[in-house]
T-cell receptor, first 113, second 110 residues
Framework: KQEVTQIPAALSVPEGENLVLNCSFTDSAIYNLQWFRQDPGKGLTSLLLIQSSQREQTSGRLNASLDKSSGRSTLYIAASQPGDSATYLCAVRETYNTDKLIFGTGTRLQVFP | NAGVTQTPKFRVLKTGQSMTLLCAQDMNHEYMYWYRQDPGMGLRLIHYSVGEGTTAKGEVPDGYNVSRLKKQNFLLGLESAAPSQTSVYFC?????????FGSGTRLTVV
């Protein structure tokens, strides 16, 4: 059974720092991996999607990498800002059941001025 | 505005009561999903649908039923609510790789 784990569970940093959020999964047979952002009381917003054949994706200050063989993905946030404060979730779609997303437990990020 | 709309946003139920959560999308997406989110456990899939008239069980389907009579609507029913069903419920729809999530329904069962 696929299990997705995110470390750390919570992170508090001063503005301007570069951050790395980690996501690990137990079964490397994935179709793709997505990173989402969730603001309090809101739904999820997709940030980056990495196909299984890709190594990384970039959008603005965000960069996500994927190492399928080791079952890991990282989300790098450059020059963090208070507006980045949110919960970040990673989720995988498995190769043999692409109908479903399996989510990690999330990393709650606070960036203070 | 295009997107996924969940109704209601908040609800308090007594144990044993029933209710239906409504999810509506106006993007003509084939796939729709119901998730629940509990502290420390991430989002877990309850039921999903790959098209109008279809439903399938997810990871935690017990105590819930769903229907997809119209493509744009996906209903989640609780026949006899239990305190263990206290949670935040999210609906999502998908086309291709892109998921769109609703803003959630916070349900408390007392």
């Amino acid at each position: 059974k696929q299990e997705v784990t995110q470390i750390p569970a919570a992170l508090s940093v001063p503005e301007g720092e570069n951050l790395v959020l980690n996501c690990s999964f137990t079964d490397s047979a994935i179709y793709n991996l997505q990173w989402f952002r969730q603001d309090p009381g809101k739904g999820l917003t997709s940030l980056l999607l990495i196909q299984s054949s890709q190594r990384e994706q970039t959008s603005g200050r965000l960069n996500a990498s994927l190492d399928k063989s080791s079952g890991r993905s990282t989300l790098y946030i450059a020059a963090s800002q208070p507006g980045d404060s949110a919960t970040y979730l990673c989720a995988v779609r498995e190769t043999y059941n692409t109908d479903k997303l399996i989510f990690g437990t999330g990393t709650r990020l606070q960036v203070f001025p | 505005n295009a997107g996924v709309t969940q109704t209601p946003k908040f609800r308090v139920l007594k144990t044993g009561q029933s209710m239906t959560l409504l999810c509506a999308q106006d993007m003509n997406h084939e796939y729709m999903y119901w998730y629940r989110q509990d502290p420390g456990m991430g989002l877990r899939l309850i039921h999903y649908s790959v098209g109008e008239g279809t439903t399938a069980k997810g990871e935690v389907p017990d105590g819930y039923n769903v229907s997809r009579l119209k493509k744009q609507n996906f209903l989640l029913g609780l026949e006899s609510a239990a305190p263990s069903q206290t949670s935040v419920y999210f609906c999502a729809s998908r086309t291709g790789h892109g998921y769109t999530f609703g803003s959630g329904t916070r349900l408390t069962v007392v």
